[in-house]
Every structure is written in C-alpha cells, then in structure tokens.
C-alpha cells in the first residue's frame, strides 16, 4: 500500500506542528466529504474548517485525493493494530483455537468498524478518488489472505479459499451496517449476531 503514501503529498519531518497541521485537515476533510461526497468536497471549504491555509493544505497532502487516502490509510492501519492487539492479547491467555482467534479478530474490527463509523459511512457512498478502488480491492485480497492463515485454510483447495472469501465478506458487509446503527447498543447487538454466524460458518466442513 505504498501507493497511497506516496500519492498523499510531500514527505516531512513528523515535528508536533506538523501533526497538528495534518490532523486538523484530516478532521476537517472528514466533515467535509461525509456531508458533500468526496465529488463536491472543495479544498477551499476543508481549509477555512480547519483554520490552515491552502498552501499548506496542498503541501502537506497534495490536494483532496491525498487527504482521502490519508484517512483510509489511517483508518486502515488504525483496525489492523487493533486486530493485532487483539489477537495478541488472545495468545497471551493461551487460547489457539483458529475459529476463536478469528472470530474474537473479526469482534474487534468490527467494533473499530462502530468506533470509526464516520468514514466507514464515506466508504459505503463509494465516492473517492480515481484509482481508490483498487487500492482497495489489494487491500480486501490481502485482508483474505490474513484470514485463510489466521483459520488454517489451505489456500491451494479452491473450497478453502472460497470459505474464507465468504468469512471476509460477511464481516466487511457487517462493518457497513454498523454506520447506520442509531446507537451503540444496537451496534453490539450486530457484532454479537455477526460473531455467533461467523462461528457457524468457520466450521470445517465434515
């Protein structure tokens, strides 16, 4: 996912004023695009939010297109240190069951999903810049990838791979549905129904 760096602006030093710069146009280009769509977002608008001049908008990310990436690579860095975390914290009370680490991965993703539902809302309008769906599509390939270890899924058989597909799936689909629970109580009622079908289905076959 280099790309995305890359396409993000210019390179700089992570000093505290730049953190600050960045975050307070990151958190402006969020309200932004989430009440206009990332098409009738203007840079113009971002910066009077945020309080920071164009220039530096567009030194720090380039233009709207790397202010979008950077909230996906945010977003994106932000489930899997939280998955990992999880799984981590798992291991450590001893538990190697592969459905149980993978269903309690899937529990804390998509509780990040709840956590995070602003732009999970912005990508469900699948609204973003030239070349973010495939971006993101590398992103969904490799998310499979981690699941089919994390099962013990041999990725040679076709059913494997399928199953895993499946499993993927169901938790990005939940994900969505979550940024349009009213409330976190019904969010928790999501994740627990997605959790206990994703161990019915993790199942090996036979």
């Known amino acids: 996912m280099s790309s995305i760096v890359e396409s993000a602006g210019t390179e700089e030093a992570p000093t505290g004023h730049n ?32 309080g920071i001049p164009v220039g530096s908008l567009f030194q720090h990310y380039g233009g709207k297109r790397g202010l979008y990436l950077a909230l996906w690579e945010e977003f994106r860095e932000a489930q899997e240190h939280r998955t990992a975390a999880t799984l981590a914290a798992e291991r450590g009370r001893g538990v190697d069951d592969p459905v149980a680490l993978f269903v309690a991965g899937a529990r804390a993703y998509l509780e990040g999903a709840w956590d995070n539902r602003r732009f999970g809302r912005l990508l469900v309008e699948d609204d973003g810049p030239t070349g973010f769906d495939a971006l993101r599509r590398q992103w ?15 990725e040679k058989r076709r059913a494997g791979r399928v199953r895993v597909r499946v499993l993927t799936t169901v938790i990005g689909g939940a994900a969505r549905e979550l940024g349009d629970c009213g409330d976190e109580t019904e969010a928790q009622e999501i994740v627990d129904e997605v959790c206990g079908i994703l161990i019915h289905l993790s199942a090996p076959p036979g």
């Open 19 to 50: 953190r600050t710069v960045r975050s307070a146009l990151l958190d402006a280009a969020l309200e932004v695009f989430t009440e206009r769509g990332y098409a009738d977002a203007g840079v113009a608008e971002i910066a009077a939010r945020s």
């Open 140 to 154: 969904d390939r490799a998310w499979v990838r981690r699941n089919a270890r994390l099962l013990e899924v041999d």
